[in-house]
Structure formats: structure tokens, C-alpha cells
């Protein structure tokens, strides 16, 4: 009777595999999911963690076909079947579809796909996003529902795209719709649905974007700027951003705790890595200023949705300035200072400044987490967080006291 298991590949960046095993003959499928081997072990043991409760419950799932698939086989005798027609049969038991079809470059359906890999997202932002994508490709082309992968070729690519700057949309909006749309292509080839790829001709080049970094008068500036009561809490906001190395508001808006040795630690929301930053005393001095109930800061109390936050922040920064007023009480008139500013430029704004004052450029990209290109080889080497912590200082000495 054929056996079955569940694996991460880390050759395909950590793509879950179900491999099939039967009279010595073997056959893998993709499950479409991207969780490390540590992961798939955890969620199948008895107590998982919190975050592998779902990995848990969908491989349950797998595994209930799977074995009824089993029993099927045993009752009709046909224990010795071709592993290969075991693999169709799993592949129409959990995903509803044939395999040899799917194997097909015409045989897969292109929007079925893509509300499918919508359905299989976790993230509610990046849900929008693709659901953003996929109504412009159904106001664009009235027969997509009709159509294959094989479909989407570089002319429809072309056109769609073409079709987007018509409608005023700018070269970088387009390229998130068509990035999108490359991402269901590479979900559907990972799955074996299709090897139909447009993208290796259709290039998705983004625009440079504008400046969104300020120089360190300009931020001094920022933070000294004298402003109505109403302000003061969204400048101080930005300050302890910038003190805590460019922390997104979504993450600022969910922090907890300061652990025991003065750090915050939190999961990036955007990439679900580990973050652990030194909080250094002026932004413990903010921190207590702003101390919250329903999290670390009070503006989880004061604004239920990370994005009511960052909106009303951004506002308030882009109206720092000389304020006027006409007659008793009457309409005031904003000159402003900072007109273009927001929260994820105190992000940029470090970094620059950082690289400035001479830190090196692997410090500050170990600071902001962005990946080295050397995952796996990052599992066994901790990092060497006082590298981070000695860079932060450094920056808040100069930006704060002019010390170098």
C-alpha cells in the first residue's frame, strides 16, 4: 500500500511538497504553501504553536482525503496501482482537478487560479491588493473567465498594461497589477498547472521612485518644529518611529510589551520576520509618555485599525507649519513645512543617514532586515544584534546632539 509524506524543500525556497510512495516508485506534488521543515513538524504534533494551527488544520485535511484514498484502494483490491494514477487521484480529491490536465499549458484555467491563490492569502492588505488586480483584469477583458494560462500571453500583457495607463494609472501602479499577475503565473507553475510563462519577454520595470528621505537639518527640524496640542502626539509618533529604526505603524500599533533587557520584539506584519531593537532612553521617555492600555502605546486605544492611524499621522505631519488665522476664531491657514512627509519616511530617513555618518551598508541592511540572499545559512549563525544597537545610537547621538 502506497505511503505518503509531507516535506519542505529548501531547494524551492521551502515549497511544501506531499510525496507519494508506491512499490518504490515516487511522485511529488506542490502544495502551493511556502513553511519551513520546522513548521510542518510542529503544526502535526499534538500541541502546536499558534501560528501553525492553520498549517495544522490544512494538512489534517490533506491527510483525511488522503487516507480515505487508502481505504478506497484497499477495498477494491489495488494496493499495487501505479503510483502515478494514486497522484490523480489525490490531486482531483484535494484540489478538484485532474493532474494530466493541469500538466497541460492550455489546461488551466487562468482567473480560477487566481481567486484561487486570493483565497490561500493570509495577509488582509495583500488580499486587497490582488482583489484590487483581479477587478481591473475583469473590467479590462469580458472572455476571462473563458480563458487558459496559455492565454495570457505577451500581446494580452501588452495591451492590458496599456490599458491601465489609459486610465491614468501610474507606471508603478501598473507594475504591482502585472507583478500580481506573475506571481499566479509562478504559483501555477510551481503547482504543475502550467508552463506557459509571458513574463520571460514582458518585463515588469518599476519607476524610480521620488525622494522620500530627509536630511538631518531637515529632520531636526521636523522634531523641534513648535506645533498645536492636537500635533504633538503624531510628532512624537514619527520620533519614536525613526528611535526605533523606521518601525512600521502597523507593527508601532501592535507592540506589546519592552522585554526584561529593554528590547522590543515583534514579527514585521510585511515579511513575518523577527525584529529585536534596543529601546534606547529617549524612546523609552516616549514610550511612558504614550503608555497604552490595549497595547504598549495608546494609539492601539485610540484607533482600532493600524490604518486610521497612519492616515490621521501622515495628515497631521504634512500640516506642520506656520499657522494663521482670520478674525475671532476663524478659518486658520497652514503653510507647510512638510508637505510630501510620511511615517515611512522616517524609515528612509535612518538609513541615509545612517550610511552617512559611516555605518556600513550590511549593518544597515541587518537593521532594516533585509535578507543577505543567504537564508539558510542564517538559521545557524545568530545575528549580532549589538552591530544594530551600537548603528542606532550612533544615529540618535548625531540627529539628536550633534555627536559624532
Given at each position: 500500500m502506497f505511503s505518503y509524506k509531507f516535506f519542505s524543500d529548501p531547494s524551492r525556497k521551502d515549497d511544501v511538497r506531499l510525496r507519494l510512495t508506491n512499490n518504490r516508485k515516487k511522485v511529488e506534488i506542490s502544495l502551493g504553501l511556502r513553511i519551513s521543515q520546522a513548521d510542518i513538524d510542529n503544526a502535526l504534533s499534538p500541541s502546536p504553536l499558534t501560528r501553525n494551527v492553520k498549517w495544522r488544520n490544512l494538512l489534517l485535511n490533506y491527510q483525511a482525503k488522503i487516507d480515505d484514498i487508502k481505504c478506497e484502494l484497499l477495498k477494491t483490491g489495488r494496493v499495487d496501482e501505479d503510483v502515478r494514477v494514486i497522484k490523480d487521484m489525490v490531486v482531483r480529491e484535494c484540489f478538484g482537478t485532474n493532474s494530466?490536465?493541469?500538466n497541460d499549458p492550455e489546461g488551466g484555467n487562468f482567473i480560477k487560479c487566481f481567486r484561487d491563490y486570493i483565497?490561500?492569502?493570509?495577509?488582509?492588505?495583500?488580499?486587497?491588493?490582488?482583489?484590487?488586480?483581479?477587478?481591473?483584469?475583469?473590467?479590462f477583458?469580458?472572455?476571462?473567465?473563458e480563458k487558459n494560462f496559455e492565454d495570457i500571453n505577451l500581446r494580452w500583457l501588452t495591451e492590458f498594461d496599456a490599458a491601465l495607463a489609459d486610465n491614468g494609472n501610474s507606471k508603478n501602479t501598473r507594475g504591482i497589477h502585472l507583478r500580481n499577475i506573475r506571481a499566479v503565473f509562478n504559483n501555477a507553475i510551481d503547482f504543475e498547472i502550467t508552463n506557459a510563462y509571458p513574463f520571460r519577454r514582458f518585463k515588469v520595470r518599476p519607476e524610480e521612485t521620488r525622494k522620500r528621505s530627509m536630511s538631518v537639518e531637515e529632520l531636526r527640524k521636523l522634531f523641534s518644529y513648535p506645533v498645536e496640542p492636537y500635533a504633538q502626539i503624531y510628532q512624537d509618533m514619527f520620533k519614536l518611529i525613526f528611535m526605533l529604526i523606521g518601525i512600521n505603524t502597523v507593527d508601532l500599533h501592535r507592540l506589546q510589551e519592552i522585554t526584561k533587557d529593554g528590547r522590543i520584539e515583534y514579527k514585521r506584519a510585511k515579511t513575518g520576520r523577527l525584529y529585536s531593537i534596543k529601546v534606547e532612553p529617549e524612546a523609552f521617555e516616549l514610550i511612558n509618555k504614550y503608555k497604552g492600555e490595549k497595547g504598549l502605546l495608546c494609539v492601539a486605544d485610540r484607533w482600532s485599525d493600524h490604518r486610521n492611524f497612519r492616515h490621521q499621522l501622515n495628515k497631521a505631519l504634512q500640516r506642520i507649519g506656520?499657522?494663521?488665522?482670520?478674525?475671532?476664531?476663524?478659518?486658520?491657514?497652514?503653510t507647510s513645512e512638510f508637505p510630501e512627509v510620511s511615517s515611512y519616511w522616517a524609515r528612509h530617513t535612518w538609513a541615509t543617514i545612517a550610511y552617512?555618518?559611516?555605518?556600513?551598508?550590511?549593518?544597515?541592511a541587518q537593521a532594516l532586515g533585509h535578507s543577505d540572499g543567504h537564508s539558510t545559512t542564517n538559521i545557524y549563525i545568530k545575528e549580532d544584534v549589538s552591530k544594530v544597537d551600537e548603528a542606532n545610537r550612533r544615529v540618535l547621538d548625531w540627529v539628536l546632539y550633534g555627536k559624532q
Open positions: 494530466e490536465e493541469d483565497s490561500r492569502l493570509d495577509n488582509k492588505s495583500t488580499i486587497e491588493v490582488y482583489t484590487h488586480t483581479l477587478k481591473r483584469i475583469l473590467s477583458d469580458l472572455n476571462i473567465e506656520e499657522v494663521e488665522r482670520i478674525g475671532r476664531g476663524g478659518k486658520k491657514i497652514v552617512s555618518i559611516g555605518i556600513s551598508k550590511d549593518v544597515i
